[in-house]
């Protein structure tokens, strides 16, 4: 019976949580401004799926972070690869990502919008500056560590060193790759909305602070739920892409054998 | 000198901008940020900023490691705690934590309260997640030692699962650090009146670029050095780890 | 021939001659290591030779010095008469840890080699399926090396070596990562194999008695740098399953051990 609940225990906990905002709410201890009932959150939620104004911020969202971020896969893992296998390019590039890494680089904001306006371009552009350096530093991470018997043994059965880079350096990289793209993913959403919360318009991020100027409380919160469903379901398809493309990998398999 | 080509990168900058090959307007010299930063530091705008940035910040994060590491370790050592709270944690994680600015604004206002609230919110995750990694990577084998070497329970928790949870608990409040900068700039950029973000936006909306990008890289800069000052201080820890 | 007892004869045309090989390894950090001295070998073909050392003594290097994996700086190898240009699948290497490529199945691994060769698709097919039978893996084609044991991924790494049907050899305590029990399996039958068809092998190993039992002669290494310290031929009659424990077995065992005791304590 304790194992029963234990299953159940994410959704129980979830129904709790839900259950406890909305009684939370209608207890009075808080005005309706501080904490709207779940009920009108999730009512102002259907109006705007309803009116398109969901969908419309959504996909706007959606759209520049997602563009961000395939530009920065592709970005980030050539630049990667590049470091692992020209000396030049390591020597340069190194010590700027190693810097670069730790600064809040969203205090570029302000730069990007002088350079290249306040339209997606600036937006998908931070997207893009902040999302490469976890992709870099997984592919050097990943290409560098490629066991060396491996590729010795590529080379043993006939395989030509410049067939090794696609034949056995990226799949044997690609596990720690996907890793750093799973860091990215939740970084470019993040970046994405702050850019749209700075310049306004449409997207959940201006959608946001916009109802948030208009003290529209269950705006607010409805944005939160939205962008919450969002994150959470960008990272579920990662997980799931990710059990695709690494269907080989220990993690993933049972043993054939005792 | 393993940080030659940024020096390189620094000069490649201040010649292209003496030599005019990119407007003055678009991009300030090297030196001219250099002397507005001087100048912003001599009129006292970098100090009393930063110093509303530095108090929020620091608060946000102190709490966040206490309360997070406190619930981390928590979760780890009871199962019952685990099973309820690790699937919110595990649904609220990807959540980007820059969506609770609005609603920060919205209970406390454009002042420290709502940059604390957020960084502590935003933070708390990163470190309960790492605590919680770290005390269940606690081997069982050390656990019992202790036992039959007579500690009660609470001095096992004490003696034994928080010092092989420091090491992942390290790293976790390593991730929060850079969190903490990231959360800080973000919403003193978008709804402040005050901090080294407000300035930023500030000297941007006043057209005085190379002040503003005078505050941006003194902004980037305390990032990196936060960072590399936190991972000087915490060799030691970390030392005793194969 | 029941007996293996190895006859060179006169006049037989070396396979492997290593003349006067030197070689340091230069860390990007720290110091330089002299890992091998002035070391001259020879090796007939069809002949199972073991490298006997304590760990660190150079055998491995000079492995992967024949094998083509490491620049010859010092000195010279020829392999039937040329000097050793780059890796090749003449000299098949098989690894300690298995080096399976982890994203391919058994089967692709097995045709790995194979496909490199530009053989038709139905030919590279015939040759793995003919070669993982052999190997005792039928059944497991599709399976990928993480779900395999250690057993099983040696006769994984050793199908896949030896379906490109190399001239000789080269194999890197191919038995050090498994546990006592399979080793001696997987002894038993490299022997069979070998005997099915007589390859050159040079065999790494720091276990005296697996030298004995597999290897016709015994170089043995000394603490590093490694120099050939001596060469022993063992001489014995691998057709009998009792091997072990006759007495020329434990004297031969008890004469090597000898010659190899200092060294290793030389190298703690």
New interface residues.
Partial sequence: MARVI?RL??W???L??AAAWELFARSGAVTP??LPRLSVVLERIGADAASGELWQNLGMTLYRSLLGFLISVVLGVSLGFAVTQNRFAR??????VS?G???????????I???LGFHDLSKISMVVFDAVFPVVTATIAATGGV?R??L????????RPRELLRE?VF??A?PQIMTGLQVAL?IA??VC??AE??MGGIG??GA??T??RF?D?PG??A??VE??VA??G??KLMALARRRLLA???EA?????? | M?????LL?ALLWEAIVQFGLVSRD?LPSLSDVLSATWKLAREGDLWTNGAASLYRGGAGLALAIIVGAVLGILMAWW?AVD??????VE?????????????T???LGFGDGSKILLIFLGCMLPVTLAAYNGARSCEQALVWSARSLGASRLRVLWDVVLPSALPELVNGVRTA??LT??L???SE???ARAGL?YL??FL?EGGV?DA??AV?LV???L??F???LYQRATRRVLAWRE | MNKFIFDSGEGTVKQIVVDGVSHTYRPPRGREVLALEDVSLEIAPREFVALLGPSGCGKSTLL?LI?G?LPVEKGAIRIEGQPVA????D???V?Q?F?L?????VRANVR??LE??GLAREEQERRAQAQIEMVGLKG?EE??P????GG?KQRAALA??LA?DPRMLLMDEPFGALDAQTRGLMQSELLAIWQRRPTTVLFVTHDVQEAVLLAQRVVVMSARPGRIKATVETRLDRSDPHIYRSPAFAEKVDEIWNLVRDEAIKSQ
Wanted: aromatic share 16%.
């Fill in positions: 234990l225990a994410p129980i906990s979830l709790a949580l401004f501080m020597w340069l590039l190194d010590p700027l810097a890494f730790p600064m809040p680089k969203i205090a570029f904001l302000p730069i919008t002088l350079w066991e018997h491996l010795w043994s590529a080379r043993n059965l006939g395989a056995v799949p044997a690609l939740p959403l993040i909305i702050v919360m700075k959940l991020g946001m602070i109802a948030s003290a409380s607010v919160f944005g939160i962008i919450a994150g959470y960008l990272v080989w990998h220990p398999l049972a043993p054939a054998t005792v | 393993k940080y030659l080509p940024i990168c678009l199962r099973a309820f709270v690790g699937p919110l649904a609220l994680y990807p959540m980007p934590k820059s969506a609770l600015i609005p609603v604004v919205l209970w650090l850079a900068f990231v800080l700039v973000s950029l978008i709804v973000g930023i936006g941007g670029y503003m990008f941006v902004v980037a800069f990032g990196f936060a960072d590399r | 992967y094998g994996f780059a890796p090749g699948p000299r098949g290497i690894f840890h080096a490529f982890p994203w391919k199945t790995y080699g490199k060769m497991f399976s990928y993480s779900q395999l044991s099983m896949r070596t490109v």
